[in-house]
């Protein structure tokens, strides 16, 4: 969606999804001027009258993935003005990279009063290419280089690129505008800048960690369900660990798998790193098989350091799980026991749904406007599943939204 505004010209993206990141990242696209209309799953974006390169401060504390409007705007307008994000608390995700990489490209940028202001200066109309290195392979740093990339004058090479789907997505969607981006899915990335960009009809890939937490949905509670429209090859070191851990992936076709849960289940380690490796995102989802595999298996959280807040929650329903420092060791227990629970960040509310899915009697969890940020529909999909699962709203101080969950280990199945 930040990507459109490198484009004067209408963007149709397909395949969107109905989340409230989307809905807020739409906000902050409306405040800049941009025209959007929705219909179903299809996005239509025209950002011909951009009216302002300052994003609102009380939508991009909300949202972290706002902050991707400063590269598009940037490259396209000269200057943005874009307050520091905010997003789920689940450790310092600082913007430095971001910024020495626009620095880099030629632009001036000063940190005020908690708002980024970054200009083109002396006397330049574009960035000017350059060769950058990241320190780190951050997925936010390689796709708003990227993007501000596209439309700067010379070649810009950027090393220690992030390697996810979603960048290679993020460049697929830049290269039908007419961008040149090669290299996508490597660690190094060149991009050679053109003038402009122009309409496009894009359909977005599936969402990886959507999938993951799935196919762990099926395997937790002991049923054998299939995933359709997925992309196996980037869930590989997820289905690898599932098979460790004794749990069938059956390839059944390129977009379908079908999970196979076994009758015992055993002890595995993780350690979450950038892609390729086992995704951050999916570690607090595993940690809830874990609970209930035979054992003791051992998680090791390296990329962000306050990711483990969902282990009291867990805990609280029967789990046995010790952690220190960055690691989590979790000793296998026979069953989990329904509890009230509260979601802590947006994966953790998944873990604590796919707990109360295995656990026996009731469980309630708090928290669920973390969940609404990156699952569609999630329990309507697990309804489906033969899931006794329903979103109640609670009256209470801060009007959160509960969702109970009252099921036996067998519940969700086709």
Not at 199 to 217: K, M, P, Q, V
């Amino acid at each position: 969606m930040a990507g459109t505004l490198l484009c004067s010209e209408d963007c149709r993206l397909s395949n969107v999804p109905s989340l409230a990141d989307v809905d807020r990242m739409g906000e902050i696209l409306s405040a800049l001027g941009v025209q959007l209309k929705r219909q179903g799953d299809v996005l239509e974006v025209n950002t011909r009258h951009i009216g302002h390169s300052k994003a609102p401060y009380d939508l991009v504390s909300q949202l972290r993935a706002s902050f991707f409007v400063i590269g598009p705007l940037l490259a396209r307008l000269g200057v943005a003005r874009v307050p520091l994000p905010g997003g789920c608390a689940i450790g310092a995700r600082p913007v430095d990279l971001h910024v020495r990489g626009l620095q880099a490209l030629g632009a001036d940028v000063q940190i005020e009063h908690g708002t980024v202001h970054a200009y083109i200066t002396g006397g330049k109309k574009r960035l000017q290419g350059a060769k950058i290195y990241l320190d780190m392979p951050s997925v936010g740093a390689t796709e708003t280089l990227m993007m501000a990339a596209t439309l700067a004058e010379g070649e810009t090479i950027i090393e220690n690129a992030a390697q996810e789907p979603e960048v290679v997505d993020l460049a697929n969607f830049c290269r039908s505008m007419g961008a040149n981006i090669r290299g996508a899915g490597t660690n190094t990335l060149v991009i050679s800048g053109v003038p402009s960009l122009h309409s496009t009809d894009f359909n977005i890939i599936s969402d990886r960690i959507e999938a993951g937490t799935y196919l762990i949905a099926g395997a937790v509670t002991r049923s054998e369900i299939i995933l359709t429209s997925v992309v196996p090859e980037h869930l590989t070191a997820v289905i690898a660990k599932l098979r460790e851990i004794g749990v069938g992936i059956a390839e059944e076709a390129p977009d379908r798998l079908r999970v196979l849960p076994g009758l015992d289940y055993r002890a595995t380690d993780i350690t979450t790193l950038p892609y390729p490796g086992f995704p951050t995102d999916v570690q607090a989802p595993l940690m809830t098989l874990m609970t209930l595999s035979q054992g003791n298996s051992v998680i090791t959280e390296t990329l962000f350091e306050n990711r483990l807040g969902h282990v009291p929650e867990l805990n609280r329903m029967g789990a046995d799980i010790r952690v220190k420092g960055n690691h989590a060791i979790i000793r296998g227990v026979p069953f989990l026991s329904g509890a009230p629970v509260m979601a802590t960040d947006l994966r953790a509310s998944a873990a604590l749904v796919l707990a109360g899915l295995a656990a026996e009697g009731m469980t309630t969890i708090r928290g669920l406007h973390h969940m609404d940020r990156g699952y569609d529909n999630l329990e309507g999909k697990l309804k489906g599943l033969g899931a006794k699962i329903q979103r109640v709203q609670v009256i209470s101080e801060d009007e959160v939204k509960d969702l109970s969950i009252a099921s036996e280990p067998s519940l969700v199945s086709l």
